[in-house]
Nanobody, 124 residues
């Protein structure tokens, strides 16, 4: 079993930055692909970014490309999401997810493990 814990959310003004962290525990996740998703009450959970097991391949939604960066820590069991130039429409609960495969995916149904989420609020 894998446990994921997100941190780093908060309130920030538009144009500001936040860095989300996701720590995995329970078993080795060094060969797992991981991703970030977000959800608001009005929308289904949507893809934000994902990274393969080695960190060599990354994927982004069009809405965050060029502003957000996903990366893995040296121990591979931590993943980060650096969010720059934040906009009010980025406001959501952000979830970390992991899948026991080396290749990343953009759809939430392909991820087996999920964190509890961290709130990001961007004020205008």
């Amino acid at each position: 079993q894998v446990q994921l814990v997100e941190s780093g959310g908060g309130l920030v003004q538009a144009g500001g930055s936040l860095r989300l962290s996701c720590a995995a525990s329970g078993r080795t996740t060094g060969d797992y692909a991981m991703g970030w998703f977000r959800q608001t009450p009005e929308k289904e959970r949507e893809f934000v970014a994902s990274i393969n097991w080695s960190g060599a391949s990354t994927y982004y939604s069009d809405s965050v490309k060029g502003r957000f960066t996903i990366s893995r820590g040296n121990a591979k069991n931590t993943v980060y999401l650096q969010m720059n130039r934040l906009k009010p429409e980025d406001t959501a609960i952000y979830y970390c997810a992991a899948r026991p495969y080396m290749d990343a995916h953009t759809h939430p149904r392909y991820y087996n493990y999920w964190g509890q989420g961290t709130q990001v609020t961007v004020s205008s």
